[in-house]
DNA sequence: GCAATTACATACCTGGGAGTAAGTATGTCT
DNA sequence: AGACATACTTACTCCCAGGTATGTAATTGC
């Protein structure tokens, strides 16, 4: 924990890389996030499809959370042009390599949901 | 994983093991949650020594989090009873079942924060 | 002419997550 | 007697994620 030779990563960098970090965790711990990117975790999905899939969530959310992942590039959105509009979200390369890990917490909170949270 | 005898799961249950699913989600979603698990996944620590390796957060919002993932058995606390106060968490079985999870969406997170957010 | 469909956009409001700052208990050390 | 250390509380405040409700554009079908 020294040495900063003539190129060298400093204390503010470290910072940054952290708070990017940070802020890209806060971004997927938004309440919809991880449940969008399970459901697209098994194929492209119409936004009507989504909302149905995920139960609760308002249209309002959705859309929002969704434009976020796409920012980030984790999910691609694809407008067919057609009217009535119909648009295709679907997860990214990068998404791809993200959602086993959201898949695998999201199973291990439904398996452990009961004994954790018995009442209600 | 089926058999539902005489006594079967209703649409009811399903919605509340749901409920429950989203509760316990949501608690992992909280802004400090997962770095806390993240820290103890390492060992135990001692309040002032999480509070030093997860930087940025505050005595309060340390201790909350630390009470709730108490109440749902993924961490423990052991109190020395000395003085001047000494406080001791780790994690729980159930902790060390989830912490691989998280440990590596963090690894993910840090690998790709960089890529996603350039700026800033 | 008008209802229906679909994927949004926008305005408004509230609860609670989260930060800051200060206080508390209880001993040891000088 | 007073400073210091540690692990908390508590009070106060602010901000925004998220909910509700409504509006909009562009077609097809009746």
Do not use: N
Not at 28 to 39: D, H, N, T, V
Not at 41 to 60: D, H, V
């Amino acid at each position: 924990m020294s040495e900063f030779p003539s190129t060298t990563i400093t204390a503010a960098d470290v910072m940054k890389a952290d708070c990017r970090a940070r802020t890209l965790l806060a971004l997927l711990a938004e309440k919809w996030a991880l449940l969008i990117i399970e459901a697209l975790s098994k194929g492209p999905r119409r936004t009507s499809a989504l909302k149905r899939q995920i139960g609760g969530i308002s249209e309002k959310m959705l859309v929002q959370t969704l434009r976020r992942l796409e920012k980030v590039g984790l999910v691609e959105r694809y407008d067919f042009r057609e009217v009535p509009p119909r648009v295709e979200y679907s997860l990214t390369e990068r998404g791809h390599s993200l959602s086993p890990i959201i898949v695998s917490l999201d199973r291990w909170v439904e398996r452990h949901a009961f004994d954790i949270l018995p009442e209600a």
